[in-house]
């Protein structure tokens, strides 16, 4: 299958190159450079930037729409993951053999819910941060397309080569880790299903459709810590962070990311996030419409999320 792929070079795109070995690739990239993290022998460059005039695309079965920015300025948000998406769209119409347009969006998208009523794709989107607002609107742009697609919402994803939950890794390593008070619950995924359920999605029979992707049994922040700690072998001592001092801390690092000209992992939007309550999604869609079923439970899946980091010297 021919297959344009973008956002290829980040921690999902990865992962997805590796994983689509089979198929040819074409993967938007914005130089040499970056497609020399990539270069694989299925693997071909389309140079250019999601931000910028895209260029004609090539005569592709599938277009993976993966680029996205997930840690930014408000405005980036909305001129990568809505803007690009838009004129991604514009492009993908010129294509005479396109039989799918597959969109990675996020649970960001549907928001929190309460424990008792899991999030369904067809809920009325409740995103709490701009991340989640500039992919509900791509989602809406997608869906007026009048292009085939499938729009899948990965919910929280960890993995190998993933910066964002390797923080957890990171404190449970040192035997202390921060949550913030209050029972949460959270439906997780690996990066390794993620790959797995966009190529079910590859081949699915079914068009213009949204599936969650995630694990369908939910997690508490306690179960993921506890999990990594015992792969490590570590007694790790959890301390439970006031969200009052969460609130102090982002806009701290917000002020020291208007500086530094970097958003920091911690900030007010992703506090917004960790506060917001309960992330858990109905998975009965994905496992029964897309027929797509999880292979790494949070244990397999801290395993081999932490010897990744160990043999690759994160750890």
Avoid at 78 to 100: D, I, S
Wanted: proline residues 5%; aromatic residues 10%; charged residues 25%.
């Amino acid at each position: 299958m021919k297959i344009f792929l973008t956002g290829a070079t980040g921690f999902i795109g990865k992962n997805l190159v590796s994983h689509l070995q089979k198929h040819e690739l074409f993967c938007l990239v914005r130089s040499r450079e970056k497609f020399e993290s990539i270069k694989n022998g299925n693997v071909f460059p389309v140079y250019g930037d999601i931000r910028e005039e895209l260029p004609e695309l090539p005569e592709a079965d599938v277009i993976i729409h993966n680029a996205a920015v997930v840690r930014a300025s408000s405005k980036a948000y909305y001129e990568v993951n809505t803007a690009g998406t838009a004129a991604l769209l514009e492009k993908a119409k010129k294509l005479k053999t396109l039989k799918k347009f597959i969109f990675i969006s996020s649970q960001a998208v549907s928001g929190p819910a309460a424990l008792d009523k899991p999030a369904l794709e067809g809920d009325e989107p409740r995103p709490v941060s701009d991340y989640g607002k500039s992919k509900a609107i791509a989602e809406r742009m997608v869906r007026e397309s009048g292009l085939p697609y499938i729009i899948l919402r990965p919910a929280a994803v960890y993995g190998p080569g993933d910066r964002d939950l390797f923080v957890i890794f990171k404190m449970v390593k040192r035997g202390l880790a921060f949550i913030p008070t209050g029972e949460r619950h959270m439906n997780f995924i690996n990066v390794k299903d993620v790959c797995a359920g966009i190529e079910k999605a590859l081949f699915s029979p079914r068009v213009n459709e949204t599936f969650f992707l995630a694990h369908p049994e939910a997690q508490t922040q306690e179960s993921f810590v506890e999990a990594i700690a015992e792969f490590a072998g570590k007694k790790c001592r959890l301390v439970r962070v006031p969200s009052s001092f969460l609130k102090i801390a982002g806009e701290a690092c917000a002020l020291l990311g208007f500086f530094t000209r970097k958003t920091a992992l911690l900030n007010p939007q992703k506090v917004r996030e960790l506060l917001a309550g309960h992330w858990i999604v109905n998975a009965e869609r994905m496992l029964g419409e897309l027929d797509f079923h999880p292979s790494y439970g949070l244990k397999r899946g801290a395993a081999l999320t932490l010897k990744w980091y160990e043999d690759n010297g994160w750890l």
